[in-house]
């Protein structure tokens, strides 16, 4: 049984910054590797990185490549999402989801129910 809950989400300018944190409770947090996506209206859900159990390995969408940088801190059982150059094009609700790093939201097993980042031009 895990729950996650996102927060940091928010207004920003283009090419601001925001940090989004994903809070886990439950069993065996450091065991499951997460993930965040996004989701703009009308369009489906889509991967934006991933982490695995430890943090030594990553990996990014092509859209957010060295923009995102996606971390986890096991002890506070804490995954984020550090956003730099934020575009319009980011604009979504972002979730957080845990036991995969797979590109395919089906492949997930839990979901955070979202935080809205929208960024103005």
């Known amino acids: 049984q895990v729950q996650l809950v996102e927060s940091g989400g928010g207004l920003v300018q283009a090419g601001g910054s925001l940090r989004l944190s994903c809070a886990a409770s439950?069993?065996?947090?450091?065991?499951?590797?997460m993930a965040w996506f996004r989701q703009a209206p009308g369009k489906d859900r889509d991967f934006v990185a991933g982490?695995?159990?430890?943090?030594?390995?990553?990996v990014y969408a092509d859209s957010v490549k060295g923009r995102f940088t996606i971390s986890r801190d096991n002890p506070k059982n804490t995954v984020y999402l550090q956003m730099n150059s934020l575009k319009s094009e980011d604009t979504a609700l972002y979730y957080c989801a845990g036991g995969s790093m797979a590109s395919i939201a089906s492949m997930y097993d839990y979901w955070g129910q979202g935080t809205q980042v929208t960024v103005s031009s």
């Open positions: 439950g069993r065996t947090f450091s065991n499951y590797a």
């Open positions: 982490i695995n159990w430890s943090g030594g390995h990553t």
